[in-house]
């Protein structure tokens, strides 16, 4: 059974640090890894998709790695400022299946002025 | 403004009650979802739909019902069956059979009187 983990839970570091999230799965046969925000008492929005072909995907001051072989994504955040304050989850679609996604339990970052 | 509407933003439950909440889109998505997110864990899938007038049951389906009479709405009945209600309900949908983008309405937080 698929397992999707993220460590730290939490996470606070000062404004302007370079930080990477982590997210690590227990079966590398995926079909995509997408890696979502979530504000307190929100709903999710997604930041980037990664495909089972592709290595990374970048979004402005994002950037996301997939290595299936070691079962682990990284979202790596440059030069972090208090907006980026939020729940990080990330989520993967199986390669048998037809869009479920199974999602990780999140890190929230906290960035401090 | 395309996107996803979940209504009431909060729910109140009295015990033995079943409570509807609603989800509707405009942007012509096939497949839509529901999950459930409780407090330090990931989001769980209750019930998704591919295409108009079918639907699966997700890992958590018990004491819930869905139905999809229409593309644009998938709402969802907790019935009196489920225990434990409490939680931030999510909608999503997806353009295809979900590998893509998972677009998320704003959620709904249930509570028990």
């Known amino acids: 059974k698929q397992e999707v983990t993220q460590i730290p839970a939490a996470l606070s570091v000062p404004e302007g640090e370079n930080l990477v999230l982590n997210c690590s799965f227990t079966d590398s046969a995926i079909y995509n890894l997408q890696w979502f925000r979530q504000d307190p008492g929100k709903g999710l929005t997604s930041l980037l998709l990664i495909q089972s072909s592709q290595r990374e995907q970048t979004s402005g001051r994002l950037n996301a790695s997939l290595d299936k072989s070691s079962g682990r994504s990284t979202l790596y955040i440059a030069a972090s400022q208090p907006g980026d304050s939020a729940t990080y989850l990330c989520?993967?679609?199986?390669?048998?299946?037809?869009?479920?996604?199974?999602f990780g339990q999140g890190t929230t970052l906290q960035v401090k002025p | 403004d395309g996107g996803i509407t979940q209504s009431p933003k909060y729910l109140f439950r009295k015990e033995g009650q079943n409570v509807t909440l609603s989800c509707e889109q405009n942007?012509?998505?096939?497949?839509m979802y529901w999950y459930r997110q409780d407090p330090g864990q990931g989001l769980r899938l209750i019930y998704y739909?591919?295409?108009?007038?079918?639907?699966q049951k997700g890992d958590i389906a018990e004491g819930y019902s869905v139905s999809r009479e229409k593309k644009e709405s998938f709402p969802l009945t907790v019935t009196s069956a489920q225990k434990n209600p409490t939680a931030f309900y999510l909608c999503?949908?997806?353009?295809?059979?979900?590998?893509?983008?998972?677009?998320f309405g704003s959620g709904t937080q249930l509570s028990v009187l």
């Open positions: 942007l012509n998505h096939d497949a």
């Open positions: 999503a949908s997806s353009p295809g059979q979900g590998r893509e983008k998972l677009f």
């Open positions: 739909s591919q295409i108009v007038n079918d639907f």
């Open positions: 989520a993967l679609t199986g390669s048998g299946n037809t869009g479920k996604l199974i």
